[in-house]
């Protein structure tokens, strides 16, 4: 049974979002009065001219919502407009250094002294943007029906400022389920596949469409002939593929062109070909994470690269929560990591849903007894038969094995499928036949790991990080009790994985 979560309230930090409303025109205003200062201002401007209309527009919108906001979330916000007070202060306060005592703006100033904090402060801005579009997707769940109607008007103005209006809403009416609010369908005819790429150790390729001169990612859902409940998987397919064809722009999710069904002679289902489109702006050679670490391990790159990679993974893992779906097979080969033009690594994409399932629907606790798939799985989740029902904070533990090898650099599984040499403790461990003896002793091991190497590779507040994803289902963990993570919505844990996320600075860089 679940656990029925706090019933929706009204947003306490209404004055709040209006403060910032006012301080954010007042930094437009204040930057469009001094553009003749230097030439590297009117730059400056455009930015900040952006990022405020996406700001404020989103911000405009929840405040018409406030009524129906989960309580959860309504912290979340709360906390969110805080820091971009805070951000909106100083970003006005720097800019007004540019003026002497007489209120003249000097340009030396600018060149020499400001330009970097001026750039920071926007910098800022621009991140606070990107947190908050994650958010601002958590309103398309389901049973707010406030929100729905105001995502409706939004919608028929037809704003240009922020397609995650119209994104928001289309998701919204796929995760409710109601047939006339639907985008058309998702299911395709089958794809002629020309030129098919496996990429690495993944499971998935890469495709060419003659139709439409593009390549696509295409992976395959097999359903299990004795699954027995044919007709919720078909909804649960068609729900992951409607919200994934609206995420074009969310982080660590790539958009989903449609599903060819392929069926039985009886019409049940035999498999899902899932078609995923290439990310706009990087290269259309991906590899899985997992190929990566064994080119790269000691390819120099900027530390900030890998920090963007944990953070791109972070975000797929929340956006699929949000969604009200566990993704159950979360390790670095259904990572896809994109080509990024002039950088060293690239961008990663959450793929793998073979065994994906709503939050609330069936888990059948299938195993298996592969050593390099339980190594990314709690200990519960191991061997062919699992202790415990798969929920979401099971796909956090996943993320954190993942977090921590990328900390590290190194794979922890060889090319041949045997431990990789950061790991050269887990063999004997591997050696026990007691299954969750093992477990638990691999999961301790992994743990220390993260005390012992990240701090001096990444720092403390991203080995944090690591070690609360590690711990996410102690008894004492800071992400909280089991129960807070079975509300009816399916939200808290990303709710409370993303304030927990809010901390993350990884060497200095703000989330």
Known sequence: MKASGPA???LPSLTVANSCLQAGQNLCERYRNIRGVHKDIEDLNIRVENVWIHIAYQLARVQSSSEAVHDVLRDHITDLLNNLQLHLHSAYKNLEKLADPKGRMKAIKFIFFLRGSLEKDISALEKWRDMFSTTFFMLSLPKNPTLDRVLSMEVKKGQPSDNAVNAAKVIHDVLAEEPMKRASPVWLDPVMMNFPNPIGYSGA?????????????IETIAVDSGSGNYSQVDRDVEKLAGGLRESRGIPGVLACKGVVRSQRMNGAPEKFEVILEMPHGLGDTPDCLRSVLHRSTHERHPLEERFLLARQITKGVVFVHNLSFVHKNIRPETILVFPNPGKVLGIPFLVGFQMFRAADGVTYRAGDESWSKNLYRHPTRQGNYPDNVYRMKHDIYSLGVILLEIGMWTPFVGEAGEPGAALSQVVPILQDSNQKKKATRIKE???????????PEVGTKYTDVVVSCLSCLDR????GSGSEFLDDDGILASLRYIRRKRSWSFGGMEE
């Open 476 to 479: 004492d963990s800071e992400l």
């Open 445 to 455: 091991l992994l743990v220390d790991m993260a005390h012992d190497h990240l701090p």
């Open 8 to 10: 929706p309230g009204a």
């Open 205 to 217: 390729q890469v495709i060419f469409d003659n139709a439409s001169n593009r390549r696509y990612v």
